[in-house]
């Protein structure tokens, strides 16, 4: 097993993973705004970023656009995902195998859990698989821990957050990325509950370039690994002044005040 420090998608032990599957998991919807983003290549550019460790995304887009970047981006490759189109108790259909990532260049291997969904016992029965095959290729491998379904009505709740932390550790990934819940407090707790395994923020919605980089900042106070993004970076026409603040609160433990005003 090769220590995930060793990772290309980690640097000094933090990572900062630009994610876009969007176009999947939520529709063309989230660029009404930002129309020329429905070109992958843009997102792809944006990662070339130093500040960026990583991209995620799904296998097609990775197939289109990874070999003109595989020099200078590394590569996060879902291999599950779900489309907004599916009405039912949260699921997520795998797609993609750890051995087609391996062949494609991925650097890391990312995977959705439901926890609490009525589809969690195969889910984590996929999971292992994935990460049973990740160690054998020595790849990283992330899950995005979102629990929710129909007995779950507030996914951000500290308690939910600390128990999809600590899903992620006992179930063998490296890295797991969940919601903020809330408080220094609470996301600090989450990361204790991991025991050693990295957690990284998710991003949500968009909002001011301020507020987003305050809350990393919160996040990166309660000991948080870094963070894994969307729309805060990428629904903005130009990010590149969003990811240099990020890249000093992430990596150079500055306040989110100090890097919006260098
Ligand atoms: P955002 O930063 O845009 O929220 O993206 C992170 C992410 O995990 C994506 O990988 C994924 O498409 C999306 O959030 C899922 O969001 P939701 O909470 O709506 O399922």
Redesign the pocket.
């Known amino acids: 097993m090769i220590p995930i420090d060793d990772s290309p998608i980690v640097r000094d032990g933090k990572s900062l993973i630009l ?4 176009g ?3 529709g063309p919807v ?1 660029f009404t705004d930002v129309p020329e983003k429905l070109d992958p290549s843009k997102t792809f550019e944006t990662a070339t970023h130093p500040a960026v460790t990583a991209i ?1 995304v799904q296998k097609g887009i990775a197939e289109g656009y990874y070999p003109s970047y595989d020099d200078d981006v590394n590569l996060l490759l ?1 291999l599950n ?1 779900t489309s ?1 189109l599916w009405m039912g108790e949260p699921n997520s259909a795998v797609n993609c195998s750890v051995e087609y990532a391996a062949e494609i260049g991925a650097d890391a291997v ?1 995977f ?1 859990v439901y926890g609490g969904s009525n589809h969690e016992v195969e889910m984590c029965e996929e999971f292992r698989t994935i990460q049973e095959n990740a160690r054998a290729h020595g790849l990283p491998v992330a899950m ?1 821990s ?1 629990p ?1 379904g129909q007995g779950l009505k507030n ?1 951000t709740k500290p308690s939910t957050i600390a128990y999809a932390t600590r899903l992620g550790l006992e179930l063998g990934a490296d890295l797991t ?1 969940v ?1 903020y819940p809330g408080s220094t407090e609470a996301m600090a707790h989450a990361v204790k509950c991991a025991g050693d395994m990295k957690v990284v923020m ?5 909002i001011t370039d301020h507020e987003f980089c305050s809350l990393v900042e919160a996040a990166i106070d309660a000991g948080a690994q870094g ?9 903005r026409e130009d990010p590149t002044e969003l990811l240099d603040a990020l890249e000093q609160i992430v990596f150079e433990d500055a306040t989110a005040d100090t890097a919006l005003n260098p």
Do not use: F, P
Not at 227 to 235: D, F, I, K, M, Y
């Open positions: 994610a876009q599957d969007h999947l998991e939520h989230d995620a879902k995902g907004n990312g959705t995005w979102y929710r996914d990325k919601k998710s991003g949500g919605s968009k963070l894994a993004v969307g729309r805060n970076v990428w629904q």
